[in-house]
């Protein structure tokens, strides 16, 4: 049993794009064809009242897991760990402004975020490799998860194999330098992921052509990587 939150306050890095296709990737292998009487192990919990991921998923036709939106049951997302029948939660988290998630401005996202913080295994904190990301990312990880002890793993989402690798490499230097772990798998940007939510597609089911087949390896890759090193 394991719970993954995925988190940083700046919005448009690829928490909900990360959050659901990293549940799409795990309930595939989780999965048996034939069982479960296809209720599947792995649950998506969404607490960004803008409800992106769950705008998505309904409009995949077999979504490969369960998805359940919560506000401010704190209750509940305390207790995500716990939940019968299921083996894998994987949280996708709003933006928020300011320094600490819980405070009055941010509303009752910030409540859920604190509560979510205390049933996480594993905090996956996106960054895309763009300077203007590196402060709020950096802020999320000063202020918010390492002052709780929560651990956590940065991972660069959105690099353009087709730009120069230089965006890439200061990416990675910078991650390194404040001595935060880094996945070694770098999440590609592929036009076919942008289109994703409005086309009602999880990375499991793009079209197996090179660009589908390479968008489901990172996620594939990132997967094991993170079952790898939190095992
Ligand atoms: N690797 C990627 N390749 C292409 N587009 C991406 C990628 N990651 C995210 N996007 C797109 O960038 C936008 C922001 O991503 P999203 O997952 O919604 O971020 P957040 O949840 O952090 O606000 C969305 O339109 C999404 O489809
Ligand atoms: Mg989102």
């Not at 690798?165 to 001595?179: M, N, P, W, Y």
């Not at 880094?182 to 994703?196: E, G, M």
Request: with cysteine; charged share 20%; aromatic share 6%.
């Amino acid at each position: 049993m394991s719970v993954h939150v995925v988190m940083n306050q700046k919005g448009g890095v690829g928490k909900s794009t990360l959050a659901m296709n990293l549940a799409a990737v795990k309930a595939d292998v989780m999965t048996t064809p034939g069982t479960n009487d296809g209720v599947s192990p792995v649950l998506a919990v969404s607490i960004d009242p803008q409800g992106s991921a769950v705008w998505w998923a309904e409009r995949v036709s077999e979504l490969p897991f369960r998805i359940a939106q919560a506000h401010d049951n704190a209750d509940i997302l305390r207790g995500l760990s716990d939940l019968p029948g299921v083996e894998h939660v994987v949280v996708d988290t709003p933006g928020w402004i300011g320094d600490t998630p819980g405070s009055t401005e941010n509303g009752a996202s910030g409540a859920a975020l604190d509560a979510v913080l205390s049933s996480a295994d594993l905090v996956i904190v996106p960054i895309i490799p763009e300077p203007l990301a590196f402060d709020p990312t950096a802020r999320t990880i000063l202020k918010v998860l390492q002052p709780r002890g929560i651990p956590f793993i940065v991972v660069i989402n959105d690099w353009d194999p087709r730009d120069s690798r230089i965006d890439l490499e200061q990416t990675q230097a910078f991650v390194k330098s404040q001595g935060w772990p880094l996945a070694n798998t770098v999440v590609r940007h592929y036009k076919v992921h942008s289109r994703a939510a409005a086309e009602g597609k999880v990375v499991t089911e793009y079209a197996a052509n090179r660009v589908g087949l390479q968008a489901r390896e990172d996620f594939q890759r990132l997967c094991l990587e993170l079952e790898v090193g939190t095992r």
